[in-house]
């Protein structure tokens, strides 16, 4: 497992030439969920003029959707949908929400106006990435504890899962190629006198 999607749910809003253009970004697994989510859109925007939608799904992006809802062919889904393939996100649907102002964009401003939408929305929502990694379980004494964050620090990690009793349990995770190489840098930082023991695997989503 290891994808990349947005960082959660969110609709950013903007207006271009007096039209309002509201994109609405939800995290999915599968294409029903997907569908659903587009259809409570429409429902709930009936008096927009256009509810254009684009979708992948799949650990793998297997599944790929759009639609123009409405708007002339290939300026509203596919370019969305083209936003979601460059910045390499799955298992998220799009949905952009038009209220014609009046104006007319022509097919290139359409393209710009749902491509920039989604662009928008997936920056100010932020990416993470969703991956499987190592835990290592860390003994300290208290003493040694007060100096882990400079350990953490240096390391780029932080730790999770602290517990203060007798001593300081506490654990960390990071990718798998990584862990050797950390396990002998903390055994040189505590010389030797540190505890650890490998903890398994967890889901993790790291931001981008």
């Excluded at 730790?159 to 040189?188: A, K, P």
Aim: aromatic share 8%.
């Amino acid at each position: 497992m290891n994808y990349k999607t947005i960082k959660e749910d969110g609709i950013v809003e903007e207006e271009i030439k007096k039209s309002r253009f509201i994109c609405h970004l939800k995290r999915v697994e599968s294409e029903d969920v997907a569908r659903d989510y587009i259809a409570q859109i429409k429902k709930k925007h009936h008096k927009a003029n256009h509810s254009c939608s684009a979708m992948i799904i799949g650990e793998n992006s297997e599944i790929k959707r759009s639609s123009d809802d409405g708007e002339p062919s290939g300026t509203a889904g596919v370019p969305m949908l083209t936003v979601l393939e460059k910045q390499e996100l799955t298992n998220v649907v799009a949905v952009v929400t038009r209220y014609f102002g009046g104006i007319k964009l022509g097919a290139g401003g359409l393209i710009r106006a749902y491509s920039g939408s989604v662009a928008n929305a997936t920056k100010e929502i932020g990416i993470v990435e969703v991956k499987e990694q190592e835990g290592i379980k860390i003994t300290l004494t208290y003493p040694q504890y007060q100096t882990f964050a400079n350990f953490l620090a240096s390391e780029g990690l932080v730790e999770s899962e602290t517990e203060f009793l007798e001593n300081v349990t506490t654990s960390i995770y990071l990718d798998s190629e990584n862990v050797s190489g950390t396990l002998e840098r903390l055994v040189e930082f505590y010389q030797g006198k540190a505890i650890f023991e490998k903890a398994g695997s967890k889901i993790v989503e790291v931001s981008l």
